[in-house]
Antibody, heavy 126, light 107 residues
Framework: EVQVVESGGGLVQRGGSLRLSCAAS????????MHWVRQAPGKGLVWVSR????????NYADSVKGRFTVSRDNAKKTVYLQMNSLRDEDTAVYSC???????????????????WGQGTLVVVSS | DIQMTQSPSSLSTSVGDRVTITCRAS??????LNWYQQKPGKAPNLLIY???SLQTGVPSRFRGSGSGTDFTLTISSLQPEDFATYYC?????????FGQGTKVEVK
């Protein structure tokens, strides 16, 4: 079964740090870009970060740039999100997702997220 | 960043009704537009990619249309399992931004 499973969330003080992990299985992990998306309680989906297949390219949302770092270990089939200087507004469920395209859609550059994980909850509190 | 604006934010409807959700981009994204369905406590599920291509396994009552800046998701006859929140997502350029979501509720 193709799946990703997040872990590492929890309660952290404002200004603190946390490292999230996302373990992949059922597919050739090293062939896919991976993304992090977050969803604050009762709110919508917000893209956070992405990393390319070998970890040499990373991108971040402006709201987390300079505070969050995405990385991956292809041998462990795991992607990480190191979160520093956490703020109240970082409270959310953090999900990882594989960037995917089908045989036909890849040729035209159409991509989407599949699968997504169930997410791990991060609560930043003073 | 490209802003994606969905409307309405929520709607109350009944089984069998036709439902239309719109998504507007702040600039042209040609047809690099996905639609997802999310149920409470679950991961989003892809319905439509490339604005109008139905993902394998998704019922044909779901239809996507549009190009440029204006897009529509239509559910031709709402079923009980369709009560959920729907999100559009542009993949024309990074960051891949989402609409704020449309919650489809029971009337």
């Amino acid at each position: 079964e193709v799946q990703v499973v997040e872990s590492g969330g929890g309660l952290v003080q404002r200004g603190g740090s946390l490292r999230l992990s996302c373990a992949a299985s059922g597919f050739t992990f090293s062939s896919y870009w991976m993304h992090w998306v977050r969803q604050a309680p009762g709110k919508g989906l917000v893209w956070v970060s992405r990393i390319n297949t070998d970890g040499s390219i990373t991108n971040y949302a402006d709201s987390v740039k300079g505070r969050f770092t995405v990385s991956r270990d292809n041998a462990k089939k795991t992607v990480y999100l190191q979160m520093n200087s956490l703020r109240d507004e970082d409270t959310a469920v953090y999900s990882c997702a594989r960037e995917y395209c089908s045989n036909t859609s890849c040729k035209l550059g159409y991509n989407w997220f599949d699968p997504w994980g169930q997410g791990t909850l991060v609560v930043v509190s003073s | 960043d490209i802003q994606m604006t969905q409307s309405p934010s929520s709607l109350s409807t009944s089984v069998g009704d036709r439902v239309t959700i719109t998504c507007r981009a702040s600039q042209s994204i040609t047809n690099y537009l996905n639609w997802y369905q999310q149920k409470p406590g679950k991961a989003p599920n892809l319905l439509i990619y490339a604005a109008s291509s139905l993902q394998t396994g998704v019922p044909s009552r779901f239809r996507g249309s549009g190009s440029g800046t204006d897009f529509t998701l239509t559910i031709s006859s709402l079923q009980p399992e369709d009560f959920a929140t729907y999100y559009c997502q542009q993949t024309y350029t990074t960051p891949w931004t989402f609409g704020q979501g449309t919650k489809v509720e029971v009337k």
